[in-house]
């Protein structure tokens, strides 16, 4: 028997198994928000699939300016319109994990299958890595002391290397706006700014239409997503800042009165509801900031606006918000046997890149809120 062959064969399946999985789970997936199309949040780009290459460079065309143009006999040769391009890379990076099993006897002695538990762990592990990347990215987070509302450090892998910058540095807030409490690409709860936040500056309805009206008037204007032959926004938000916009009276008012719509469209799926046209979903990667331990900000821990208290950083997107290098990978799913065959070790990973897509040094594609939030637990 050829159990070499079988060995391969089994290792694809559960390569293709593990793929399928990530795939189906993964939030951005699920929800619809993904795709080669400039119509989603996240616009993968797969030219380094058929070809090498450690960078994918793209252009960003804006449309023409409100001026142009002649009128009657004026001469249009030499008054032509000029289109302006902008170009945004993004570079890619390998990202690995891997869990050993203790050995033979022990799995003798487990009543599950360890293997699949192994499969269904490192599936979990790089889907949640690839979401904590996405919101890492759109918020602009490169502060190495961040955590999250438990307190695990989420600024640097295993190794030692920061999780926040792999692949590719984020653009992040500049620092005059939010000192300012406003910005081209960002909002702040308090008028004042960040450094006069208070524990009451949360999330509100009437922040969420300012952020729309914002991205409607920017130049260049945030697209907003088409969905079901409609124009909509979408807002991630933090499950602490979800709560405290579901005790908002108004907002729950509005969510009585507008009943069930476009339910055949995953990204209604699971929404905590929808304000002036904007669909607003929960997530716990949304960034969190807590000012006790990790310093002044989501940028570095002692510089630029010092802010006044606990964070939370709400994401207000549009079309291609952020960017997914795609490469042929062949090495998600890899076993190997340890202490003459008597151990076994599974590892998963990714060949790619994530990025926040800028134009002109401007996001592209979303506006970031800072907003504080009622302590749940």
Same mark, same amino acid.
């Given at each position: 028997?050829?159990?070499?062959?079988?060995?391969?064969?089994?290792?694809?399946?559960?390569?293709? %198994?593990?793929?399928?999985?990530?795939?189906?789970?993964?939030?951005?997936?699920?929800?619809? #928000?993904?795709?080669?199309?400039?119509?989603?949040?996240?616009? !993968?780009?797969?030219?380094?699939?058929?070809?090498?290459?450690?960078?994918?460079?793209?252009?960003?065309?804006?449309?023409?300016?409100?001026?142009?143009?002649?009128?009657?006999?004026? %001469?249009?040769?030499?008054?032509? =319109?000029?289109?302006?391009?902008? *170009?945004? *890379?993004?570079?890619?990076?390998?990202?690995?994990?891997?869990?050993?099993?203790?050995? #033979?006897?022990?799995?003798?002695?487990?009543?599950?299958?360890?293997?699949?538990?192994?499969?269904?762990?490192?599936? $979990?592990?790089?889907?949640?890595?690839?979401?904590?990347?996405?919101?890492?990215?759109?918020?602009?987070?490169?502060?190495?002391?961040?955590?999250?509302?438990?307190?695990?450090?989420?600024?640097?892998?295993?190794?030692?290397?920061?999780?926040?910058?792999?692949?590719?540095?984020?653009?992040?807030?500049? /620092?005059?706006?939010?000192?300012?409490?406003?910005?081209?690409?960002?909002?702040?709860?308090?008028?004042?700014?960040?450094?006069?936040?208070? /524990?009451?500056?949360?999330?509100?309805?009437?922040? $969420? *239409?300012?952020?729309?009206?914002?991205?409607?008037?920017?130049?260049?204007?945030?697209?907003?997503?088409?969905?079901?032959?409609?124009?909509?926004?979408?807002?991630?938000?933090?499950?602490?800042?979800?709560?405290?916009?579901?005790?908002?009276?108004?907002?729950?008012?509005?969510?009585? %009165?507008?009943?069930?719509?476009?339910?055949?469209?995953?990204?209604?799926?699971? #929404?905590?509801?929808?304000?002036?046209?904007?669909?607003?979903?929960?997530? %716990?990667? !949304?960034?969190?900031?807590? !000012?006790?331990?990790?310093?002044?900000?989501?940028?570095?821990?002692?510089?630029?606006?010092?802010?006044?208290?606990?964070?939370?950083?709400?994401?207000?997107?549009?079309?291609?918000?952020?960017?997914?290098?795609?490469?042929?990978?062949?090495?998600?799913?890899?076993?190997?046997?340890?202490?003459?065959?008597?151990?076994?070790?599974?590892?998963?990973? #990714?060949?790619?890149?994530?990025?926040?897509?800028?134009?002109? =040094?401007?996001?592209?594609?979303?506006?970031?809120?800072?907003?504080?939030?009622? /302590?749940?637990?």
């Amino acid at each position: 028997m050829n159990t070499t062959g079988l060995d391969a064969l089994t290792k694809k399946l559960w390569q293709a %198994e593990l793929d399928k999985d990530v795939k189906d789970n993964e939030y951005f997936n699920q929800m619809g #928000m993904i795709g080669t199309g400039e119509n989603n949040i996240i616009q !993968v780009k797969d030219e380094l699939v058929k070809s090498q290459g450690d960078t994918i460079t793209f252009g960003l065309g804006i449309k023409l300016g409100r001026n142009t143009g002649v009128t009657g006999d004026n %001469e249009l040769e030499g008054n032509e =319109s000029v289109i302006t391009y902008y *170009s945004e *890379s993004v570079a890619i990076d390998q990202w690995r994990d891997a869990v050993r099993l203790k050995g #033979m006897l022990r799995e003798q002695q487990q009543a599950f299958n360890m293997r699949k538990d192994a499969k269904a762990k490192l599936s $979990i592990r790089r889907q949640e890595f690839m979401e904590q990347q996405y919101f890492f990215k759109l918020g602009g987070v490169t502060n190495a002391s961040i955590t999250d509302i438990n307190g695990t450090v989420l600024g640097l892998f295993e190794d030692g290397t920061s999780a926040l910058t792999w692949s590719n540095t984020p653009g992040t807030v500049p /620092a005059a706006d939010s000192a300012a409490g406003s910005g081209d690409r960002y909002l702040c709860a308090n008028s004042s700014g960040a450094d006069a936040m208070t /524990a009451s500056d949360k999330l509100t309805p009437a922040l $969420i *239409s300012k952020a729309k009206v914002k991205a409607m008037v920017a130049q260049p204007k945030i697209k907003p997503l088409r969905i079901n032959g409609q124009y909509h926004y979408v807002l991630f938000v933090h499950p602490f800042q979800a709560y405290d916009l579901k005790r908002n009276e108004e907002f729950r008012q509005a969510q009585r %009165e507008a009943g069930v719509r476009g339910q055949d469209n995953p990204i209604f799926q699971g #929404m905590v509801g929808m304000w002036d046209g904007v669909i607003i979903h929960q997530n %716990e990667y !949304v960034p969190y900031l807590d !000012v006790s331990v990790a310093g002044h900000n989501f940028t570095a821990a002692a510089s630029g606006t010092d802010f006044a208290v606990d964070t939370y950083r709400a994401i207000f997107c549009g079309q291609q918000a952020a960017a997914l290098a795609k490469c042929k990978d062949e090495t998600g799913w890899v076993e190997k046997y340890f202490d003459y065959d008597n151990k076994t070790g599974f590892k998963t990973g #990714m060949i790619g890149g994530i990025q926040k897509i800028q134009y002109n =040094s401007k996001d592209y594609g979303c506006i970031v809120i800072d907003t504080a939030a009622s /302590a749940v637990v």
